[in-house]
Every structure is written in structure tokens, then in C-alpha cells.
């Protein structure tokens, strides 16, 4: 029986398996997820499965959208819309009237736009898409492993030799050098070529949501109650930014974990089948 990389339980602590699990040994958190369980999958998986309807659409009419194009007819518009909202009503309800200094509101609005400007980074830039001579030479070394141990595999799409750190995405209908996932928010592949922008993207989106929960708490003016969010539209918010907060930070630190250790989730979840990362970090 092989020895999981140590890399491996600093990955399932960043995206909360851990927790899980040890939370699941306690027989009323075992009833209560395998209660949620079903509904919860639904309730994740149906927003996804209707957003990935138009460019599976085109798709199928043999039509390829370019990086740009992608972007428009994923859930990034809309997420830009949807956080632009809750941004103007959390300025308009609440910091305005806030005990606080204008450097934390500036603060706010600064991270608020560095997350929105590495969204349309990580849009616009190639992911590490091997179907050009010069980014198979430009992305060589990222999608190389530290120890070459299951040789050069063809992919029989791209007639492309490939090592374990390339994968074929039959979406872009590309292999992409380390290739991370296919993210629904800017929809293309996250790989060599981006791993770095969306990373930052995940980590101040992150920050962002944080500064909200503080916003929401933070001490008021007194004069200014009536101004103030109602508190239903102050329960919306907080149900919001609970799940937000839930999913951004397992999808925040299991990327920076990759980013910083220099692995991919597809390796994580393959280490059985790739040797090499065995020997890829010890601590």
C-alpha cells in the first residue's frame, strides 16, 4: 500500500476534507449531511448544468468560441453583475454609515476592482493550450513532472505526445499543459498559462467576501438607522455570503495549495497513479 505525499493532508486541510471527516464520525452530523446530501448536490449542480447550456449549444453546431467570446457566454458576466450589486448595496446600505475611517472603504472598493481585473485576466489569457509549435515549446517545462516515470502517452485527439502533467479538455478540444479544472466563472481551462491570475482572482474574491461580513457587523451611526438594511434584506446577505464564504475558501486554498506546491487537483486526486509525487514534497 503506497504512503499518501504529505502534500496531500495539507491539500484535504485547505478544502476542509479533514473537518469533514473527523465531523462526520458524530452520528447527528451523519444523519444531518446524508439529509442535506441529495438536496444540496441538486442545488449545486442544476445552476451549473443550465449555465454550461449555451456554449455546449454552440458547441454542438461546431462552433468554437475564442478565449474572449467564452467568457460572454459563461457565469462570468453574470457573477460580475451579481457581485457589482451586492457591492453597491452593501456601500449604499451600510458603509457609508459606518464607524470608520475612508481608508477601509477605499480598501473595499481596491479589492473589490483587483478582483474584478483578474477575472478578465485570467479570461483572456491562453491557459496553457498546446496546439501551437511555439506554446508547446513556450509551456514545455510547466507541464513536465519532477520524475518522468510513466513515459510519453499520445493523446489520439491532438496526436500529441503527453506527459501525466498534460490532459485533453474536451471542451477547449485542447491539451493543456498542468491543467488544474475547466472553471465555470471565466469558462475555459485553468492551466500553465493562467494558474497564477485566477489563483489571485480566488484569493482576493476571498478577501472580498470577508470585508463583507465585516461591513455587515461593523458599528453604525446612529442617525442612520432608517437607511440601514432591513433585517430580511440583512438575512438574504448573510445567507449569501455563508455559502459564498463556504466554497470561495475551499476553492481559495485548495488552489493557492496547488499554486504554491506546484500541483494540480487532477494529480491529488491521481497520486495513486502517478508515483512521482511521492517524492514532491516532504515536510
Known amino acids: 500500500q503506497l504512503q499518501s505525499p504529505k502534500v496531500l493532508y495539507i491539500y484535504n486541510l485547505a478544502n476542509l476534507q479533514l473537518f469533514q471527516s473527523f465531523a462526520l464520525q458524530f452520528p447527528p452530523l451523519q444523519l444531518f449531511y446524508q439529509f442535506i446530501q441529495v438536496p444540496l448536490f441538486y442545488f449545486c449542480q442544476l445552476p451549473e448544468k443550465l449555465l454550461w447550456m449555451p456554449d455546449k449549444f454552440l458547441r454542438s453546431l461546431g462552433i468554437q468560441p475564442n478565449q474572449f467570446t467564452s467568457f460572454l457566454i459563461g457565469f462570468g458576466p453574470i457573477f460580475m453583475v451579481l457581485s457589482s450589486l451586492l457591492c453597491y448595496v452593501m456601500w449604499n446600505k451600510e458603509l457609508q454609515y459606518a464607524d470608520t475611517s475612508t481608508m477601509f472603504s477605499l480598501f473595499y472598493l481596491a479589492i473589490f476592482v483587483v478582483t474584478m481585473i483578474f477575472l478578465v485576466l485570467t479570461a483572456i489569457s491562453s491557459p496553457g493550450q498546446l496546439n501551437t509549435s511555439e506554446n508547446i515549446q513556450k509551456y514545455a517545462e510547466k507541464a513536465k513532472t519532477r520524475i518522468e516515470v510513466q513515459g510519453n502517452q499520445k493523446c489520439s485527439i491532438c496526436n500529441l505526445h503527453r506527459t501525466a502533467r498534460v490532459t485533453h479538455c474536451i471542451l477547449c478540444k485542447s491539451c493543456i499543459a498542468k491543467w488544474q479544472c475547466h472553471s465555470i466563472v471565466v469558462n475555459k481551462c485553468i492551466g500553465a498559462g493562467n494558474e497564477l491570475t485566477y489563483t489571485l482572482f480566488m484569493d482576493s474574491l476571498l478577501v472580498w467576501i470577508i470585508l463583507n461580513w465585516v461591513v455587515l457587523f461593523i458599528d453604525k451611526r446612529s442617525d442612520a438607522k432608517e437607511n440601514l438594511l432591513s433585517r430580511n434584506e ?10 459564498s464564504t463556504y466554497k ?10 496547488c499554486l504554491l506546491f506546484n500541483i494540480t487537483h487532477f494529480e491529488v486526486m491521481q497520486w495513486q497513479k502517478l508515483p512521482y509525487l511521492l517524492s514532491l514534497i516532504h515536510i
Not at 440583512?234 to 455563508?242: F, M, N
Request: no cysteine; net charge positive.
Open 248 to 257: 470561495q475558501f475551499i476553492n481559495a486554498m485548495s488552489q493557492t495549495v
Open 234 to 243: 440583512k438575512l438574504g446577505i448573510v445567507l449569501v455570503l455563508l455559502y
